[in-house]
């Protein structure tokens, strides 16, 4: 084995395609240092792009979904004949079978959402990986119920790009509430937001909300909106740029996601997006359950509530709208936890798991 070993990362999810888990696996390749990566991926352009930092495949992903993870497969096991990896970082539990089959260790990296919708896969992960990675305790429980009684677990919370520090001067303007999701999950609690509007404004009548993101719930979300009279201080800003979206989390008063824990979902698994939130010197308001307990500290960061309660909702948000010296501390206590979860950071712990891994295989 090289001293650096070769890691291949096996993911339907990475760039250009926009998610969380997008987000946080092409940070931890662009951020290794002691490791060698490869990525084989889906994507409608074949080959490495200029944006890429180490070799990329990429895999069509026309037809039905079943297909597609078929074909992703058998690309990864072609790559791993090819490259000849000492380990494999699963980046999703529909991987796992290939990664399984190359022969070499392979770790397994778990979120919150898979393990619910698929919980036969995910044990099946779990019981042939030489460990996993979690981003919380959120993730940790879930695993165990699912299996991983006999797999090292490690907990390692997601990176960010740590914005510069904030400035005020953004949010001297209306009071504005940010929300920043694609529009497809529901236990994001859009609609617990959109019911908590009037309520909020009945307190702070100039408040104004954002949602940033799109998705197939935007047309039901707008419709809610105009039925519970509040269409006039909704604005569904769609898909924007990275500089728009940090500008917006810079502007807001208050940045909203009361993430629920329905039946039979994971819910969310840590929530990257809080700590971007924070990084910007923006308080949160955050649900009670789930990897936001994880990402966000009560009464430091931000405000847990009962995501399912909209009032209590609306009354933590109007809160922050309301006092501005809160609104601030909070803020400020955001922005010093986020710097605790740069890439610098969070890597190294990533890169220890498959470094240990790789050494089994020797």
């Known amino acids: 084995m090289s001293a650096a070993p070769r890691v291949l990362l096996l993911t339907p999810d990475y760039p250009p395609a926009r998610g969380g888990i997008q987000y946080l696996l092409n940070g931890i390749v662009r951020h290794a240092s002691r490791v060698r990566f490869r990525v084989v991926t889906l994507g409608d352009r074949p080959g490495t792009s200029e944006e890429d930092t180490v070799p990329v495949r990429r895999v069509a992903s026309p037809g039905p979904r079943g297909a597609t993870v078929a074909r992703l497969n058998a690309a990864a096991l072609a790559e791993a004949r090819s490259w000849r990896p000492d380990v494999v970082l699963s980046g999703h539990v529909v991987m796992a079978p290939a ?57 390692i919370p997601p990176g960010i790009d740590l914005s510069p520090p904030p400035s005020t001067t953004a949010r001297d303007r209306a009071p504005l509430i940010v929300n920043v999701a694609r529009l497809e999950d529901r236990y994001k609690g859009f609609d617990v937001l959109i019911r908590a509007l009037p309520l909020i404004r009945s307190r702070v009548p100039n408040a104004m909300m954002t949602f940033v993101g799109d998705g197939p719930l935007r047309a039901s979300l707008e419709a809610l909106a105009r039925s519970n009279g509040c269409a006039d201080a909704l604005h569904c800003a769609g898909s924007v740029s990275n500089a728009e979206r940090d500008a917006l989390l810079s502007a807001a008063t208050v940045f909203a996601m009361p993430g629920r824990l329905p039946a039979g979902s994971g819910g969310e698994g840590f929530g990257i997006v809080y700590l971007e939130a924070g990084a910007h010197g923006t308080p949160v308001v955050a649900g009670n359950v789930g990897g936001a307990v994880d990402a966000v500290v009560h009464g430091q960061t931000g405000l847990l509530v009962d995501p399912e309660d909209h009032v209590a909702v609306g009354a933590a948000i109007s809160s922050l709208l309301e006092d501005r010296e809160l609104a601030a501390r909070l803020g400020a206590g955001g922005r010093q936890w986020a710097e605790g979860f740069t890439w610098a950071t969070v890597v190294p712990k990533v890169e220890d798991v498959l470094i240990a891994a790789a050494a089994r295989g020797r």
């Open 99 to 155: 990664a399984r089959l190359t022969g070499v260790p392979y770790v397994q990296y778990l979120y919150a959402k898979e393990i619910a919708y698929r919980p036969r896969l995910s044990a099946y992960a779990l019981r042939h990986a030489c460990a996993g990675i979690v981003l919380g305790s959120h993730g940790r429980r879930l695993a165990l119920a699912a299996g991983a009684t006999n797999t090292p677990l490690h907990a």
